[in-house]
């Protein structure tokens, strides 16, 4: 099946994607962050950390960049197998250690390290499908 | 982390929760529509059918409800920690496939999600140290 192979310039696209996708956790990050450090206890204080939220332009930013991954991932996949694109996904992991590490100056301990790439390997196991079987998904 | 460690933790196995809601919410939906998507024109009409289920919108609702409570936890965790334990999202959902969508999930599946259990436990490891 040619839609298992992964020319260039679309793993330059996935690859993309994960970056896009980790400054969009950048933003998150930085919403939470201008929220301070609030304690939610009733219906009305979690309201109002969501309206505070929805008040932060980084939401937003974040959120436009998961729609833009949405939509590029969306039109990779229609040229290449859900199986073949899937694996690029786990890199998320490691991106994201490496904004926060730069970007937040976030202290992150060598453990830390090995279980980021223990799941980034996992991730790659999961959505990895040998291309003789094709079971699971329709 | 300026958060309680466990507080923290079940605040993101909730947002891992939701997003399982969320993905196996829209699959019910994408299975329920018997629909061929071979373009731009077919893949907007498949999103159009699904948007008029119910069942869309609760997935819709928990993916919201997910970011919100990741945001909360964000508040009081590192984004390289939340990022890493919300991997568990994975596990709920291979699980949440093969108890409620009967997927078949082979050998190979599983012993993905044991990695990611065990990358999960190391970052776990790594915060209360």
């Keep these: ?138 | 982390m300026t958060g309680p460690l466990a507080f923290v933790i079940f605040l993101i196995v909730l947002t891992s929760v939701c997003d399982t809601v969320n993905h196996l919410g829209l699959k019910a939906c994408a299975d329920a529509v018997e629909f061929k998507v071979v373009g731009g024109g077919t893949l907007v009409r498949f999103a159009l059918r699904i948007l008029r289920m119910p069942l869309a919108w609760v997935s819709i609702g928990f993916s919201f409800l997910s970011l919100f409570i990741m945001l909360y936890a964000l508040t009081m965790a590192n984004l390289s920690f939340a990022f890493s334990i919300d991997s568990m999202h994975h596990v709920f959902i291979a699980l949440g496939a093969r108890i409620f969508l009967k997927e078949n999930i082979g050998w190979q599946r599983w012993m993905g999600t044991i990695v990611i259990v065990i990358g999960i436990v190391l970052v776990g490891l790594s915060a209360s140290a």
């Design chain 1, 1 to 138: 099946m040619s839609k298992r192979s992964v020319p260039p310039i679309i793993l330059s696209v996935l690859f993309l994607n994960e970056a896009v996708d980790s400054l969009a956790q950048y933003c998150f990050k930085r919403t939470a962050l201008a929220q301070g450090a609030p304690s939610i206890r009733s219906l009305a204080e979690a309201g109002s950390f969501v309206t505070g939220a929805l008040a932060s332009g980084y939401l937003w930013l974040g959120i436009a960049a998961v729609a833009l991954v949405f939509v590029s991932w969306t039109t990779v996949l229609s040229k290449v197998d859900l199986s073949a694109a899937m694996p690029v996904t786990s890199f998320s992991y490691p991106f994201v250690a490496l904004v926060s590490l730069v970007f937040l100056h976030e202290r992150i301990p060598a453990m830390q390290w090995c279980g980021i790439l223990l799941i980034m390997a996992g991730v790659a196991i999961v959505s990895w499908e040998p291309e003789q079987e094709k079971g699971g998904a329709p």
